[in-house]
């Protein structure tokens, strides 16, 4: 579940990537110097809340891969532990109270 909603995290901010890109390009298309030629746009030149939004969209983008990483790691993890207790007849888990034969 840790890896899901990891991915989910880091899907939803590389979609907002893209759409802040769209955004970027839409907005900075009409840069032009005096011969008409496209100039190349500095970071400093982006709009404060262009800037805003791209960082907190790349920082979540991280975010949600480092917790799909670490979620599957862990899942992993269980998983083999799971499986060193299946092979050698260990069910992991003892009995509440010793049953009683009579």
Do not use: K
């Not at 030149?45 to 862990?74: E, K, N, Q, S």
């Not at 083999?80 to 003892?94: P, V």
């Amino acid at each position: 579940m840790r890896a899901l909603c990891g991915a989910i995290m880091a899907a939803g901010a590389f979609i907002g990537l893209g759409l802040t890109a769209i955004g970027i390009g839409m907005r900075y298309q009409i840069v032009r110097d005096d011969q008409g030629h496209y100039t190349p746009l500095e970071w400093q030149r982006l709009d404060p809340a262009l800037l805003v939004i791209i960082v907190l969209l790349v920082l979540a983008a991280l975010t949600g891969i480092g917790v799909a990483f670490l979620g599957l790691m862990y899942h992993h993890h269980r998983r083999h532990h799971e499986m060193l207790a299946h092979t050698h007849g260990n069910a992991g888990t003892a009995p509440a109270s010793p049953q009683v034969r009579v």
